[in-house]
């Protein structure tokens, strides 16, 4: 019993109560932009941001103590950057971030705010492991502002790009005759057209493809009643 009650006591002298505040630290805060994202239903959510911000706190703790861990002796100089391993971590995070950004069937991109708040999560986790809470704890904050409440108050200022919603729209006519036409009054709805295409089907019908930009209260299925209801068209898609 006296053995094993020593070497208990060995232990948790053995442990230093700062790290275990780093991690902590590192752990709440990563918690948090990992929240954000998953009420988004985003796949980069708690235990990814999580995982992210732990270890990138451990192997900053771990470089820095290597590097006064082994000075060197008499023979050999052994000089090490302390944040030399932390600084991998920048880059090495960039194939998680790689695999949260989506390419869709329209060439529409996302998921790149995901994989920014991936290197977030990492640079979060390297700021509690060199001890900078402050910083690393104003960061968070400052990044949930930036993509939480910034847009919403710019889109309040009027800002269409950041009031509107974008859509991919897609409807088939018969006739070409109609096509400007039908264009115009899809114009005439409030919705505004960025990118035109075109194209002609195998069964002589015509495909329009647009881009558009409709205010953020209308809704999808709002939109496709709209469109529906113009004349000339056969059939409509749209996603967004």
């Given at each position: 019993m006296?053995?094993?009650?020593?070497?208990?006591?060995?232990?948790?002298?053995?442990?230093?109560?700062?790290?275990?505040?780093?991690?902590?630290?590192?752990?709440?805060?990563?918690?948090?932009?990992?929240?954000?994202?998953?009420?988004?239903?985003?796949?980069?959510?708690?235990?990814?941001?999580?995982?992210i911000?732990?270890?990138?706190?451990?192997?900053?703790?771990?470089?820095?103590?290597?590097?006064?861990?082994?000075?060197?002796?008499?023979?050999?100089?052994?000089q090490?950057?302390?944040?030399?391993?932390?600084?991998?971590?920048?880059?090495?995070?960039?194939?998680?971030?790689?695999?949260?950004?989506l390419?869709?069937?329209?060439?529409?991109?996302?998921?790149?705010?995901?994989?920014?708040?991936?290197?977030?999560?990492?640079?979060?986790?390297?700021?509690?492991?060199?001890?900078?809470?402050?910083?690393?704890?104003?960061?968070?904050?400052?990044?949930?502002?930036?993509?939480?409440?910034?847009?919403?108050?710019?889109?309040?200022?009027?800002?269409?790009?950041?009031?509107?919603?974008?859509?991919?729209?897609?409807?088939?006519?018969?006739?070409?005759?109609?096509?400007?036409?039908?264009?115009r009054?899809?114009?005439?709805?409030?919705?505004?057209?960025?990118?035109?295409?075109?194209?002609?089907?195998?069964?002589?019908?015509?495909?329009?493809?647009?881009?558009?930009?409709?205010?953020?209260k209308?809704?999808?299925?709002?939109?496709?009643?709209?469109?529906?209801?113009?004349?000339?068209?056969?059939?409509?898609?749209?996603?967004?």
């Amino acid at each position: 019993m006296v053995v094993k009650e020593g070497v208990f006591q060995t232990i948790l002298q053995s442990i230093d109560i700062e790290m275990l505040m780093k991690l902590l630290i590192s752990a709440v805060l990563g918690l948090g932009i990992g929240l954000e994202r998953e009420l988004k239903r985003k796949p980069f959510g708690l235990k990814t941001s999580l995982v992210i911000s732990i270890v990138s706190c451990l192997l900053t703790i771990v470089s820095i103590q290597s590097a006064y861990l082994f000075p060197g002796s008499e023979f050999i100089n052994i000089q090490m950057d302390p944040l030399r391993l932390a600084a991998q971590i920048v880059s090495g995070i960039g194939f998680l971030g790689a695999g949260v950004i989506l390419r869709r069937e329209d060439d529409t991109i996302t998921g790149i705010t995901t994989a920014a708040m991936v290197w977030g999560a990492a640079g979060i986790g390297i700021a509690c492991g060199a001890g900078f809470y402050i910083e690393a704890i104003m960061g968070v904050v400052l990044i949930i502002i930036s993509v939480e409440l910034i847009p919403n108050v710019v889109g309040l200022l009027g800002f269409w790009k950041f009031s509107s919603k974008e859509f991919t729209l897609k409807v088939i006519l018969k006739d070409r005759a109609f096509i400007g036409e039908v264009i115009r009054k899809i114009e005439e709805d409030h919705i505004k057209i960025e990118n035109v295409r075109i194209k002609d089907l195998l069964d002589g019908s015509f495909l329009v493809d647009l881009k558009v930009r409709a205010s953020h209260k209308m809704s999808t299925s709002e939109i496709y009643d709209e469109i529906s209801k113009i004349n000339h068209i056969y059939s409509t898609e749209i996603a967004g």
